[in-house]
């Protein structure tokens, strides 16, 4: 059976202080990157949720904090389904905001060490507000969500440079996620390559409703 591999959530937002070695209140908004490992498991609602929650209860004590975002992209699981997504994943962005007016993200684009931008284009998006068990979440990040799922070329992955996000007010070039030009061990292997169009068809949307299940019914609709 083949395996699935994804580079995980990285957590990334802004508190009163560095993280290291400890956070002292009062030395002034910075911003944190903090990055979570490896998993094979599809990105669920529930794990994406659990991570904004594990982020909320460790930084409560410096809220109101602007804005939370973590991610999750998805490879393919084979050099064959590689060639049949054209050289594409998929990445989801999940942000939440204290301010309404910030959401959706306005762009999401890959940066290369030489300056090169890539627009990471949007398949489908969902913002609403967050549901009173979320309660930590908001009091710290603020009531406001929103998922979205884009397009995602893999050679990126293996390209220096940073992954950023434009939100629609008050805030540009905010990194999500520094690539060190490495081949990730997911894709070790793949032949990798600069894709020429954009996927499509039924190995597309097996693709994201194995990897991305969260947003099944919203691509089922589309």
């Known amino acids: 059976m083949a395996t699935r591999s994804r580079l995980p959530i990285a957590v990334v937002w802004l508190v009163a202080t560095a993280l290291n070695p400890a956070i002292l209140p009062g030395q002034g908004v910075t ?46 699981s084979s050099s064959a389904e590689y060639e049949a997504l054209n050289g594409y994943g998929a990445i989801v962005v999940t942000v939440v905001a204290q301010d309404s007016a910030e959401l959706p993200l306005a762009r999401l684009y890959f940066r290369s060490a030489a300056g090169v931008e890539t627009e990471l284009p949007v398949v489908v998006f969902s913002c609403g507000r967050l549901v009173p068990a979320d309660s930590v979440v908001a009091t710290t990040f603020g009531n406001n969500r929103c998922d979205a799922l884009h397009f995602f070329p893999v050679q990126l992955a293996t390209t220096q440079g940073d992954l950023l996000a434009d939100f629609a007010v008050r805030r540009s070039g905010f990194r999500i996620e520094q690539f060190g030009g490495q081949t990730p061990p997911a894709l070790v292997g793949f032949p990798i390559r600069q894709p020429s169009g954009a996927p499509a068809g039924a190995a597309w949307m097996g693709f994201l409703t194995r990897e991305f299940p969260a947003f099944s019914r919203l691509l089922s609709t589309r």
């Open 31 to 76: 911003h944190v990157e903090v990055s979570q490992g490896w998993s094979r498991n599809p990105a669920t609602d529930a794990e994406m949720t659990g991570r904004l929650h594990a982020a909320a209860s460790q930084y409560r004590q410096y809220a109101p904090i602007p804005r939370i975002a973590v991610y999750n992209i998805g490879y393919p």
